[in-house]
């Protein structure tokens, strides 16, 4: 997530850090009946015919009568006909059960990519509501603290973190929003949804208001400098970037966790998203210097952007 500011760390009563969101079916059970027919053999004996018998005219041959088809014939061909009749039912209810409640995360995951780069690759006029807030703030362990501390914390808090609310008219794939930034159709921004399986904790998959809906977790991921990149979030929505936030201030450490961001998604019946919400939590702790001044924090929380396309 890169598109709005927000403010990661307070590091001491002097300053606080401010930062933008970067940018099987089932085997046929083959049953072979086998019809085995008792072949009765009458041999004839062996004894040599008279001279007599020899003389004689011989009998017409009696024709050997046809062997009637075995009597099992018929309801072996019943029983076939019945277990494809099965088959096709049962590949029709499993074909159908798939499509929504038996897919493996592995399809979730490949639908809800499908879904996701084509609506980012519309180029059609399309306007999108877009909301975006921060919830469940938590600032602690600020130090050096005091009554200044708190109360600078608060005004940017209360500056800075705050929801946002505004239509984006799109065109050719891309907007312009009301601070001047240019902004891509959907996460993550300026780049396509690349989220492997490995990177899927969980996810779910049901039809529900006439479309599919779409729930997946990322999981857990940390990054331990201003250069590292969370592999996971950064290829499904986007992660916290500050690099280049602070020009002032030099940070010594900073780690910040990713504990399990969130998309949840609706997608029509034509492929296209209705609407997403992500959510990204996350965990910082952060230590910097300015000056002679040392200070430290934790801040986590979670952001959230929600797209509503009005198709």
Not at 51 to 69: C, H
Not at 156 to 177: C, H, Q, R
Not at 277 to 290: K, Q, R
Request: proline share 4%; charged share 25%.
């Amino acid at each position: 997530m890169k598109p709005k500011k927000l403010m990661c760390l307070v590091l001491c009563a002097a300053f606080v850090f401010l930062c933008s969101c970067g940018g099987n079916g089932d085997e046929q059970e083959t049953t072979t009946e086998e019809v085995t027919a008792e072949e009765t053999v009458t041999e004839e004996p062996s004894v040599l015919p008279t001279e007599s018998e020899m003389t004689t005219e011989p009998e017409a041959e009696t024709a050997a009568p046809e062997t009637a088809a075995p009597a099992t014939d018929a309801p072996v061909t019943e029983k076939m006909t019945e277990k494809v009749t099965e088959k096709v039912t049962r590949a029709e209810t499993t074909e159908a059960n798939d499509s929504v409640e038996n897919l493996s995360k592995a399809q979730i995951t490949e639908k809800l990519k499908t879904a996701i780069n084509k609506t980012k690759g519309y180029k059609g006029k399309i306007t999108v509501h877009h909301k975006e807030s921060f919830a469940d703030l938590q600032i602690s362990n600020v130090s050096p603290g005091g009554e200044m501390s708190s109360k600078l914390m608060n005004f940017v808090t209360g500056l800075v973190i705050k929801p946002s609310e505004e239509d984006y008219s799109f065109s050719n794939g891309s907007a312009v929003t009301s601070e001047g930034e240019k902004t891509q159709l959907l996460l993550p921004k300026d780049a396509a949804f690349t989220l492997s399986d490995s990177g899927v904790k969980s996810a779910s998959i049901e039809k529900k208001s006439g479309m599919t809906h779409i729930t997946v977790t990322l999981v857990s991921e940390s990054c331990n400098s201003l250069t590292d990149k969370p592999e996971y979030n950064a290829s499904a929505i986007g992660y916290l970037d500050i690099s280049g936030s602070f020009k002032l201030m030099k940070i010594t450490s900073i780690k910040i966790d990713y504990p399990g961001s969130v998309i949840d998604a609706y997608i029509r019946d034509d492929g296209y998203i209705s609407s997403v919400t992500y959510t990204v939590n996350m965990d910082c702790h952060g230590e910097a210097s300015y000056g002679l001044i040392n200070g430290k924090a934790d801040f986590k929380g979670a952001q959230t952007e929600a797209w509503t396309l009005k198709w």
